[in-house]
């Protein structure tokens, strides 16, 4: 029987459809590991919620602080929770409205201080007086271009750029060591600045452009001391939503439908597209804060706004080395397990430990609000990739046969594996499978008669921190 092997996805990816893909590329790959040990697809650590009870509203700011302490940023009202260094979360203070609102639009720590934005003011606060269980120290230090989107936060050039309603501020230290407010002269009609990133020394601003009625979003490119521009690249969606931190150029995610551009100091192009089912109403955006880069690999958070078109939670976009090419995986979902009416607010490494706000919108009416970190004692149970759909004469109808080839299947841990038959939708219950020890391969017990097409499914059970480690898998077929 002729063999179709499903090997090497580290090399694909996530596929661009059911249908079609890059050599080696799956159509789903849910909580798996592709990049630590390359050709081994092991299971990613699970999330598990850390902030309990303690916040009940979308936080879209995260700030780890030099202070020893993490710092939480309500995007509904003007609540800062604080998470000591024993783990212990609690309220330290709520911003009074400014005349737009209390809520947070964007912050970071900056020369001793931890700044923060509502829609018109700039507030900070020292860091050793930020380890108060009451912040009874904050003061308003200047006031902003207003508005009631976002004001992104960008560290760069030893200054703090902020962003405004079409403007850019910064904070810069004098020979005195006095932190100066101004608006800087880069002044544009582009829409909103929305988000910051860089080339090197510069700073990229991206602007949203929805909210007037333009489907040409702006990236400039400032040098941050001119009074104009070094680059301006326009491409056609809705706004700039978050530029993605990567080793070698900029990645932006941009308008409603997963687009990723790249931005390379010249040229800003297409660079890959979330796979989803796109209609008219369905919309998704990476919120300014939710992006990282983790050790190499650019981690980001996709969201839900309207429908469910794709998987929404932490993707992740990069490579092993520069041996390999950049490659597209859904690496974790938040801690209630849902991957649809998910917003991801922000992300933030603090050393080895991510930490990601997440709104469940699952349920109307009980959504759920939360903090979710790394669980370093359990692996995500349930990790699963699915093949593309295999429609090899398709006016046939073929028998197949299905194994998958594992390094290490420690007890109490299983490999499952689902099929799809002519387009019928997976099955709750796995199929009956054999483990043959010998050549540590688990397969379909009966084979699969009569398909015309036919996708599989191959789900990774854990028990704890241990987890199956898979090799590749095989699909034969014939009449």
């Known amino acids: 029987m002729p063999t179709i092997p499903i090997t090497n996805p580290v090399f694909g990816g996530i596929a661009d459809s059911l249908y079609l893909g890059a050599e080696n590329s799956l159509h789903k790959i849910v909580g798996f590991d592709l990049h630590s040990e390359p050709g081994l697809i092991k299971v990613q650590q699970k999330l598990k919620k850390d902030s309990g009870n303690v916040i009940d509203e979308f936080v879209k700011t995260i700030l ?39 809520y947070c639009l964007g912050g970071a720590e900056f020369n001793g201080y931890v700044y923060w934005a509502n829609p018109v003011s700039l507030n900070r606060i020292r860091i050793a007086d930020a380890l108060a269980a009451t912040w009874i120290a904050a003061a308003n230090f200047a006031n902003l271009q207003v508005d009631t989107i976002t004001h992104p936060f960008k ?50 601003v991206g602007y949203y452009m929805g909210a007037y009625g333009s ?27 978050c530029l993605i931190p990567t080793e ?33 109403t369905d919309q998704t955006t990476v919120h300014n804060n939710a992006a990282v880069n983790d050790g190499g690999i650019a981690r980001f958070g996709l969201s839900a706004i309207s429908g469910a078109p794709a998987d929404c939670g932490i993707y992740g976009f990069g490579s092993h080395s520069i041996s390999y090419n950049p490659i597209l995986t859904f690496d974790f979902a938040i801690s209630t397990g849902n991957m649809a009416s998910v917003e991801i607010g922000a992300i933030a490494l603090e050393g080895t430990q991510m930490y990601v706000s997440w709104k469940d919108s699952t349920d109307p009416l009980n959504i759920q609000y939360g903090v979710d970190v790394i669980d370093v004692a359990n692996k995500y149970d349930g990790a699963y990739f699915d093949t593309r ?37 997976y099955g ?24 015309n097409t036919i996708q599989f499914r191959v789900k990774a059970r854990t028990s704890g921190n241990t987890a199956p480690e898979i090799e590749s898998a095989e699909i034969s077929y014939g009449e």
């Open 155 to 204: 560290i760069l050039n030893e200054c703090l750029y902020i962003g405004g309603d079409g403007k850019v501020s910064s904070i810069s230290i004098d020979s005195g060591g006095t932190h100066v407010f101004e608006l800087d002269d880069l002044v544009t009609n582009f829409g909103e600045v929305h988000c910051f990133g860089n080339v090197d020394t510069n700073l990229l």
């Open 389 to 425: 759909i295999i429609n090899i004469e398709r006016g046939k109808a073929k028998d197949f046969d299905f194994g998958v080839y594992y390094r290490t299947l420690p007890a109490n841990c299983d490999i499952e594996i689902y099929a799809s038959v002519n387009g019928v939708a």
């Open 215 to 241: 489907k040409q979003a702006r990236l400039i490119n400032w040098n941050t001391w001119s009074n104009g521009y070094t680059d301006d690249k326009n491409c056609p969606e809705t706004g700039v939503n």
């Open 64 to 102: 780890p602080c030099t202070n020893g302490e993490v710092y939480f940023f309500s995007a509904t009202s003007g609540k800062i929770w604080g998470k000591t260094s024993a783990g212990v979360y609690s309220l330290r203070y709520t911003c009074p409205t400014d005349g737009d609102g209390a």
């Open 248 to 280: 070698t150029y900029g990645l932006a995610h941009c308008g409603a439908r997963g687009n990723l551009y790249a931005y390379d100091g010249s040229k800003f192009k297409i660079k890959k597209r979330i796979p989803g089912i796109w209609g008219l």
């Open 428 to 451: 709750s219950t796995p199929l009956l499978s054999v483990n043959d020890t010998v050549n540590n391969c688990k397969s379909v017990k009966t084979r699969i008669c009569k398909a």
